[in-house]
């Protein structure tokens, strides 16, 4: 019996993934080239399908799908590079808006979609839970739903196709852009998506009780409050993420890596075994507990 062929697809896509990467880190390529190059992923099934069809049948069948794999990614990357010259008419801007009313505290998640996504604090005289401006991209709109339940404020915002279906490979080159404002007035859970592209999440002045942040495709820069106590659950995308822990904070950080890498550089902190762990952390009055979960790229802590 013939011996099947391993596939080629998957090593290539990998090797083409951890290049990128390499060139992102060392600043020769823009992070934001992954929003571009998600819009091919009907590329993926196309190899995928010729693969299984001619690729491992024969030697000659899997010379033919290396060469097209690699002409499609150099192609898709060219793409990437150009799409400053491919890009369609803005998107319909919106101006978000939600009062506090009469809770206490809030739940807030937000999934972020294909694009810039910037978070920050609101002044400490807003009576708004959220404050905000999303520049949409053709085609997408964001849609937020909210209660009150008990003591505490439940809002979630989500980015939606306005059409039932949504093929983004032929879509326009146009990224939303957010700009989203929390309270830092009340105490807040919230649970992040980046999604795809770079996310400058600024939590300093926030009153938080625990973060859940899953990273998509691209950079995120993450700035933790700088009073509380708090913990912080990160999972790591594709992509470079990067932790500022403010002076005078206090943490304990557990990481398990994937295919990237967790380092962590900060004064005071001492490694004991799988944890990083500051000096007066258990007497400390501002505080963060942390876990790392890497993907595939880098996680930084400084």
Wanted: charged residues 15%; aromatic residues 6%.
């Amino acid at each position: 019996m013939e011996r099947r062929r391993a596939g080629l697809i998957g090593p290539i896509i990998l090797i083409a993934v951890g290049v990128l990467l390499l060139l992102n880190t060392l600043n020769l390529l823009p992070w934001s080239i992954w929003e571009t190059l998600w819009r091919f992923w009907p590329v993926l099934l196309i190899l995928l399908g010729l693969e299984i069809l001619i690729g491992r049948r024969s030697w000659i069948g899997s010379l033919v799908i290396l060469a097209v794999a690699v002409v499609a990614v150099i192609a898709v990357v060219a793409i990437g590079l150009s799409a400053g010259t491919l890009t369609g008419p803005v998107g319909e801007r919106q101006t978000l808006s939600q009062p506090l009313a009469d809770a206490s505290r809030a739940d807030v998640t937000i999934n972020f979609g294909v694009g810039t996504a910037t978070l920050h604090g609101l002044p400490s005289d807003s009576r708004n839970l959220m404050e905000g401006t999303v520049d949409n991209a053709p085609g997408r709109r964001v849609e937020t739903d909210f209660h009150v339940t008990g003591d505490t404020a439940v809002l979630n915002i989500n980015e939606r196709a306005q059409t039932g279906f949504f093929f983004p490979f032929f879509g326009p080159q146009v990224e939303s852009r957010w700009d989203i404002g929390l309270s830092s007035q009340v105490p807040l859970s919230l649970r992040l998506s980046t999604g795809v592209g770079q996310a400058t999440l600024d939590l300093q002045g926030l009153k938080l009780t625990d973060l859940q942040l899953n990273t998509g495709v691209g950079q995120t820069l993450v700035t933790l409050p700088e009073r509380g106590r708090f913990n912080v659950d990160l999972r790591g995308g594709v992509g470079n993420t990067v932790v500022t822990v403010p002076p005078g904070l206090a943490v304990r950080i557990r990481a398990s890596q994937g295919l990237g890498n967790v380092s962590v550089n900060l004064p005071d902190v001492s490694r004991q075994g799988e944890e990083w762990v500051s000096r007066a952390f258990d007497t400390a009055e501002d505080r963060a507990d942390i876990r790392l979960s890497g993907g595939v790229g880098n996680i930084a802590v400084r």
